[in-house]
Nanobody, 127 residues
Framework: EVQLVESGGGLVQAGGSLRLSCAAS????????IGWFRQASGQALGQDRD???????????AYSDSVKGRFTISRDDAKKTLYLQMDNLKPEDTAVYYC?????????????????WGQGTQVTVSS
C-alpha cells in the first residue's frame, strides 16, 4: 500500500524558511512522480488544489510561477523522501501543503493526475 507522510510545517514570519518532507513507502520510489500541492483555508472542498512543484525520474522538476526561485524540490532516494525547501516565504504561501504520487508521465501540475495523497501539513506565514 502506497503511503505518503508529510512533515515540517509550522508558523514562520514572512521572509523566513521551512523545509517540508514527504516520506514515501509501499512502492518503488522511482516509479512515481511526487508533487506538492497546497490548499488555502478559504478554498472550498472539491476546489482544485494549487500546484506548487513536482519531481519525477530523470531529475525532472517543475515549479509554479508563484514559487519559482523561492522553493526548491529535492529527493533522497535512500530514504525514499522528497523535500520542499521553502525560502523567502510570504503570507500568501499560507496553506495546507500536500504531497502526492502519480504514475502519469504528463500533466503533473494538475492535482487530478495523482493517485495517492498524504494527510497534509499546515504552513502559516505571518506578516
Amino acid at each position: 500500500e502506497v503511503q505518503l507522510v508529510e512533515s515540517g510545517g509550522g508558523l514562520v514570519q514572512a521572509g523566513g524558511s521551512l523545509r517540508l518532507s514527504c516520506a514515501a513507502s509501499g512502492y518503488t520510489f522511482d516509479d512515481y512522480a511526487i508533487g506538492w500541492f497546497r490548499q488555502a483555508s478559504g478554498q472550498a472542498l472539491g476546489q482544485d488544489r494549487d500546484f506548487v512543484a513536482y519531481a519525477r525520474s530523470g531529475d525532472i522538476t517543475a515549479y509554479s510561477d508563484s514559487v519559482k526561485g523561492r522553493f526548491t524540490i529535492s529527493r533522497d532516494d535512500a530514504k525514499k523522501t522528497l523535500y520542499l525547501q521553502m525560502d523567502n516565504l510570504k503570507p500568501e504561501d499560507t496553506a495546507v501543503y500536500y504531497c502526492a504520487a502519480s504514475t502519469e508521465p504528463y500533466g503533473l501540475d494538475v492535482w487530478r493526475q495523482y493517485d495517492y495523497w498524504g494527510q497534509g501539513t499546515q504552513v502559516t506565514v505571518s506578516s
